[in-house]
């Protein structure tokens, strides 16, 4: 595991834990906590990288030349395309 510092986000949604309804009697200790956000970065570092990957195969289908596809394909690449731009969008606000 890393030893750079969870972004923000991970740390807030990592002290989430301790609020739901089924754990909010629990103690939270620090240190769990610190952990279990590293790990979250990880983790979404990793849908991230797996996100631009399959976009480049998208975007690079038949050559780069959608129009070769059927209209059907280009909408759902479209959308898969519109999809991962909203994504990065939000992981970037919330992990900055």
Not at 11 to 25: F, I, V
Request: net charge negative; charged share 30%.
């Amino acid at each position: 595991m890393s030893n750079e510092e969870p972004t923000e986000y991970a740390l807030q949604k990592s002290a989430q834990a301790w609020c739901d309804e089924a754990t909010k009697s629990i103690v939270m200790d620090e240190k769990l906590a610190m952990a279990f956000a590293k790990i979250l970065d990880t983790e979404l570092n990793r849908m991230k990288d797996a996100g631009e990957f399959l976009w480049v195969v998208l975007a690079n289908a038949s050559g780069g030349n959608w129009e070769k596809e059927t209209a059907e394909w280009q909408a759902a690449a479209a959308k898969a395309r519109d999809d991962y731009h909203k994504l990065c969008s939000e992981m970037n606000r919330k992990t900055a």
